[in-house]
């Protein structure tokens, strides 16, 4: 630990702080008491903002891929049926509109994909009375609608993270700037010390910058890679729960499973904010072997793991 990750330690712990050891240091001034409850409840404040910005930022696109990729695969069972009809019936305006291959819809943006599902299941509506014998029916044509719609919803709840983001991005800022106004007596006490004291000074200035720097409020920095050629593993899907001190996941609490999928072309993810604890991580990617581990995650301290991960034989 370096000398300011080790001011940060000091200063933002559970148990003491700068000024809690340096009682003397601030005795002259008798509103020390009153300023340093209020600076005590604005860092906190800060913190649960920033926890609350990190969840939101972290929040998983898993469950929008899986909506996607299953309104696709009903959809394209259907569509691949509509288009045996018009190909029987030699209805060639109609096979141009359902035709298409799995992999292609899948890769449709959100809007064209869409699009091009609701093409299908009204094709499917218009020529229903013809379908039966194609195994399309009014129940086949709703439950592709209802994955559908499942898969327009996640859209929905994806956009409303962004906005809650934002708006959490922007409380903090505000929140930062109201703890920085309320450091201001101490730095002013502290300006005292900068003959008499320079070590301590020096101390309390590297402590002061870092509650404004992102990697004060890291909690783990993971890697994922391939075993053999050390080659980062973009796409990995990462899940993480806290475990209680028997092994099991909580089951209840901001701490729950949580997944997320690995964007990063260096195969990195950071995690921010999480509460001190034992944590299991568990990675998975295509073609490799599932790694598990359990994680401790301590306050202040970050944690470093790397996932190198064995093809499957």
């Not at 370096?2 to 940060?8: F, V």
């Not at 809690?20 to 509103?31: G, I, R």
């Not at 919803?153 to 703890?179: A, F, H, P, Y």
Request: some cysteine; aromatic content about 8%.
């Amino acid at each position: 630990m370096n000398k300011k990750e080790s001011a940060y330690v000091t200063m933002h712990g559970k148990s003491s702080n700068l000024i809690d050891e340096n009682p003397d240091k601030f005795a002259s001034n008798p509103t020390t008491p009153e300023a340093k409850t209020k600076l005590d409840q604005s860092m906190a404040d800060e913190k649960l903002l920033a926890q609350k910005q990190d969840e939101i930022e972290h929040s998983s696109n898993v469950p929008k891929a899986e909506a996607h990729n299953a309104a696709a695969s009903n959809i394209y069972q259907t569509g691949s049926k509509i288009a045996s009809f018009a190909f029987d019936t030699h209805n060639v305006d109609l096979q141009s509109k359902v035709s298409i291959s799995l992999s292609e819809l899948k890769k449709l943006p959100d809007n064209l994909f869409i699009s091009r599902c609701e093409t299908i299941l009204g094709c499917g509506q218009q020529y229903l009375p013809q379908l039966p014998l194609y195994l399309v029916t009014a129940s086949t044509l709703a439950e592709g609608q209802d994955m559908l719609d499942a898969f327009e919803l996640e859209i929905k709840k994806q956009g409303q993270r962004k906005i809650d983001r934002s708006s959490v991005t922007q409380q903090l800022n505000k929140q930062i700037k109201t703890t920085n106004k309320l450091f201001e007596p101490f730095d002013a006490q502290v300006e005292t010390q900068r003959l008499s004291d320079p070590v301590w000074y020096n101390l309390w200035w590297d402590a002061r910058s870092l509650p404004q720097m992102p990697k004060a409020r890291l909690s783990v920095k993971l890697k994922v890679y391939d075993a053999e050629t050390s080659q980062p593993l973009p796409g990995t899907i990462l899940t993480y729960s806290k475990i209680e001190t028997n092994g099991k996941a909580l089951t209840s609490g901001p701490d729950l499973s949580k997944i997320v999928k690995i964007k990063s072309a260096g195969g990195g993810l950071d995690l921010k904010s999480l509460t001190t604890g034992a944590y299991l991580f568990t990675v998975s990617y295509a073609g490799r072997a599932d790694m598990q581990t359990t994680v401790y995650v301590n306050e202040g301290v970050l944690t470093r793991i790397d996932f190198p991960l064995s093809k499957i034989a």
